[in-house]
Nanobody, 126 residues
């Protein structure tokens, strides 16, 4: 049974940092891109960042570019999201996701997701 378990969310002041982790179990995802999406109250789930199967390519939403960094450790079957210079508008539930396609060389959308994590709350106070 595949599980994606996120951790690292919490409450932080504007300008602060958080590091999210997503540990996968049940199978390895070394051939799949992985990424992060988020959903704020009353809004649709949106793409935040993705990383290719090898870690050689990364993709970011314009709203987080330059502030967030995605990385992965295939030996640990884990993906990370380092979030710096956080803003109140970053407040949302953050979800880890696994791309359904092997070796994709572009970012993926929520329609392409094979597995989702349970989500972790990130709250940024002003």
């Amino acid at each position: 049974q595949v599980q994606l378990v996120e951790s690292g969310g919490g409450l932080v002041q504007a300008g602060g940092s958080l590091r999210l982790s997503c540990a996968a179990s049940g199978r390895t995802f070394s051939r799949n891109a992985m990424g992060w999406f988020r959903q704020a109250p009353g809004k649709e789930r949106e793409f935040v960042a993705a990383i290719s199967w090898s870690g050689g390519s990364t993709y970011y939403a314009d709203s987080v570019k330059g502030r967030f960094t995605i990385s992965r450790d295939n030996a640990k079957n884990t993906v990370y999201l380092q979030m710096d210079s956080l803003k109140p508008e970053d407040t949302a539930v953050y979800y880890c996701a696994v791309d359904s396609q092997y070796y994709r060389l572009s970012y993926f959308t929520s329609r392409d997701v094979d597995y989702w994590g349970q989500g972790t709350q990130v709250t940024v106070s002003s």
